[in-house]
């Protein structure tokens, strides 16, 4: 059973308002010069502690609910202590070293909590999202902003628009628990199947800790322990040989491909940022850009469309990252070839979901989170050696697939992104595509994906709208 909940904070007004996850019940507790509930508070969450019920918030776990907590191990309070509590919070987000300052444990919670925020890896910098920008992409019927500034001391009148703008953002934070709902079962799901909390765990974090578990099950050890605590098992790469990286097999036709690839076997590194800076590869009119993250290239402000004669073919490899090291043996020197074996399994554990489903999303996700975190100078699949052979190969390969396709007569790119390829061709020569397509697939081990477009309009590599034929 789960209660929504959100609070506000002001030096002389608390309020808390809850909504029941499914029934229109709604409660109100208010702390201010005019009315004091803060024992009605902790009686009510001590009823919802023996009712096994949950909390569920907003970005609760580092805000709402170490503020209720403060309350509930005091059996009361006054609104402006839990306003300094609320600043002090506040007061250490910026702070990398702080910021966990004033979390409280799960287990120490009274009621469990289940943050939507932390869910959707709204906690990362990059993918921050507020509750307003969701109202927004919910279509809700009005977005209100606080209504007072931080810090001001309130009216009794005042307090009444507190209290609506507080309603209010529960109803709005209870919408996006709905659109929720199959990350939170997944979640609660795995939590029972692992006896391990897995509740307010993003996508990637539940494949970096599943991968854990699962090594550490096998009788791999992923972490060493000491006086300090605590540290995770890796290996660092002083100096990288590329060359050391790359498939021996790897061969181009075109010349600018094998300059590049020349270009890249001569190269030592001793940090993997910075090594691809200006490395491009024309050809035909198509300019390929390597990257890190993967390459790219596009046609800019185009619009290209199929008919009678022509065809737009989209071509994309499935679960491509995971899949070279699955197939190749790619691993992390100090995880052993037992992690390629757990990698191939959550793969395969993955296609028992529908390919939409929000678990087969997860677990996508999951899968290219633990490449991502091997180039994670904090983590246990640090090792800078994989991840310069899954980015080095997948372009590599890309390449390969391009250079045969441009062999197709009349054949042109469109796009080419990270993990697959948008072509131009004539109808008649589609036989052609899928033979190349069948034979890259053949040398390489990896499958290919490919979906025909009716139109592309396309701005740039990460801009565009495409239709499906069909």
């Given at each position: 059973?789960?209660?929504?909940?959100?609070?506000?904070?002001?030096?002389?007004?608390?309020?808390?308002a809850?909504?029941?996850?499914?029934?229109?019940l709604?409660?109100?507790?208010?702390?201010?010069?005019?009315?004091?509930?803060?024992?009605?508070?902790?009686?009510?969450?001590?009823?919802?502690a023996?009712?096994?019920?949950?909390?569920?918030?907003?970005?609760?776990?580092?805000?709402?609910?170490?503020i209720?907590?403060?309350?509930?191990?005091?059996?009361?309070?006054?609104?402006?202590?839990?306003y300094?509590?609320?600043?002090?919070?506040?007061?250490?987000?910026?702070?990398d070293?702080?910021?966990?300052?004033?979390?409280?444990?799960?287990?120490?919670c009274?009621?469990?909590?289940?943050?939507?925020?932390k869910?959707?890896?709204?906690?990362?910098?990059?993918?921050?999202?507020?509750?307003?920008?969701?109202?927004f992409?919910?279509?809700?019927?009005?977005?209100?902003?606080?209504?007072?500034?931080?810090?001001?001391?309130?009216?009794?009148?005042?307090?009444?628009?507190?209290?609506?703008?507080?309603?209010?953002?529960?109803?709005?934070?209870?919408?996006?628990?709905?659109?929720?709902?199959?990350?939170?079962?997944?979640r609660?799901?795995?939590?029972?199947?692992?006896?391990?909390?897995?509740?307010?765990?993003?996508?990637?974090?539940?494949?970096?800790?599943?991968?854990?578990?699962?090594?550490?099950?096998?009788?791999?050890?992923?972490?060493?322990?000491?006086p300090?605590?605590?540290?995770?098992?890796?290996?660092?790469?002083?100096?990288?040989?590329?060359r050391?990286?790359?498939?021996?097999?790897?061969?181009?036709?075109?010349?600018?491909?094998?300059?590049?690839?020349?270009?890249?076997?001569?190269?030592?590194?001793?940090?993997?940022?910075?090594?691809?800076?200006?490395?491009?590869?024309?050809?035909?009119?198509?300019?390929?850009?390597?990257?890190?993250?993967?390459?790219?290239?596009?046609?800019?402000?185009t619009?290209?469309?199929?008919?009678?004669?022509?065809?737009?073919?989209?071509?994309?490899?499935?679960?491509y990252?995971?899949?070279?090291?699955?197939?190749?043996?790619?691993?992390?020197?100090?995880?052993?070839?037992?992690?390629?074996?757990?990698?191939?399994?959550?793969?395969?554990?993955?296609?028992q979901?529908?390919?939409?489903?929000?678990?087969?999303?997860?677990?996508?996700?999951?899968?290219?989170?633990?490449?991502?975190d091997s180039?994670?100078?904090?983590?246990?699949?640090?090792?800078?050696?994989?991840?310069?052979?899954?980015?080095?190969?997948?372009?590599?390969?890309?390449?390969?697939?391009?250079?045969?396709?441009?062999?197709?007569?009349?054949?042109?790119?469109?796009?080419?992104?990270?993990?697959?390829?948008?072509?131009?061709?004539?109808?008649?020569?589609?036989?052609?595509?899928?033979?190349?397509c069948?034979?890259?697939?053949?040398?390489?081990?990896?499958?290919?994906?490919?979906?025909?477009?009716?139109?592309?309009?396309?701005?740039?590599?990460?801009s565009?709208?495409?239709?499906?034929?069909?």
């Amino acid at each position: 059973m789960d209660f929504i909940y959100d609070l506000e904070t002001f030096p002389n007004v608390f309020t808390m308002a809850v909504e029941h996850a499914e029934a229109p019940l709604l409660w109100y507790f208010e702390i201010s010069p005019w009315r004091n509930d803060s024992r009605a508070i902790v009686e009510f969450c001590q009823a919802l502690a023996q009712q096994n019920a949950r909390m569920v918030g907003f970005n609760n776990v580092g805000f709402d609910y170490p503020i209720l907590h403060t309350l509930l191990r005091m059996g009361s309070a006054d609104a402006d202590t839990l306003y300094r509590k609320a600043m002090a919070i506040i007061g250490t987000q910026g702070d990398d070293g702080d910021r966990w300052l004033h979390q409280v444990k799960p287990t120490d919670c009274v009621v469990p909590q289940v943050d939507l925020f932390k869910i959707h890896h709204f906690d990362n910098r990059a993918r921050a999202t507020s509750l307003k920008a969701l109202e927004f992409n919910m279509r809700a019927d009005s977005i209100q902003d606080l209504p007072f500034p931080v810090g001001t001391v309130l009216t009794q009148e005042q307090a009444v628009v507190l209290r609506r703008y507080n309603q209010h953002d529960v109803a709005q934070t209870k919408a996006f628990y709905h659109h929720s709902l199959d990350m939170i079962g997944f979640r609660s799901e795995l939590t029972r199947t692992y006896g391990r909390d897995f509740t307010n765990h993003n996508d990637t974090k539940i494949g970096k800790d599943y991968f854990v578990m699962k090594l550490e099950e096998a009788g791999v050890a992923c972490y060493e322990f000491g006086p300090d605590g605590r540290t995770p098992r890796q290996t660092p790469r002083p100096v990288i040989h590329l060359r050391d990286a790359i498939l021996p097999w790897i061969a181009f036709q075109h010349p600018e491909f094998t300059r590049v690839l020349a270009w890249l076997k001569a190269q030592t590194i001793t940090e993997t940022k910075g090594v691809f800076n200006d490395l491009t590869a024309s050809v035909d009119g198509f300019t390929f850009v390597f990257g890190l993250g993967g390459i790219h290239g596009s046609l800019e402000s185009t619009v290209v469309e199929s008919d009678d004669e022509h065809v737009i073919v989209d071509l994309d490899v499935t679960s491509y990252y995971p899949n070279l090291a699955i197939t190749n043996g790619f691993h992390p020197a100090h995880l052993g070839k037992d992690f390629v074996s757990i990698y191939k399994h959550l793969f395969e554990q993955r296609k028992q979901y529908p390919k939409k489903s929000a678990q087969s999303a997860m677990l996508k996700l999951a899968l290219n989170g633990v490449y991502g975190d091997s180039n994670n100078k904090f983590s246990v699949f640090y090792d800078p050696l994989f991840t310069m052979s899954i980015t080095l190969n997948g372009q590599l390969l890309l390449c390969l697939l391009a250079e045969r396709l441009l062999a197709v007569d009349g054949l042109r790119i469109l796009q080419c992104n990270t993990d697959g390829i948008s072509v131009h061709l004539r109808r008649d020569q589609e036989w052609l595509l899928n033979e190349v397509c069948d034979q890259w697939s053949e040398q390489t081990g990896l499958t290919l994906e490919s979906a025909k477009y009716r139109i592309m309009a396309i701005a740039d590599v990460n801009s565009y709208i495409a239709e499906y034929e069909e």
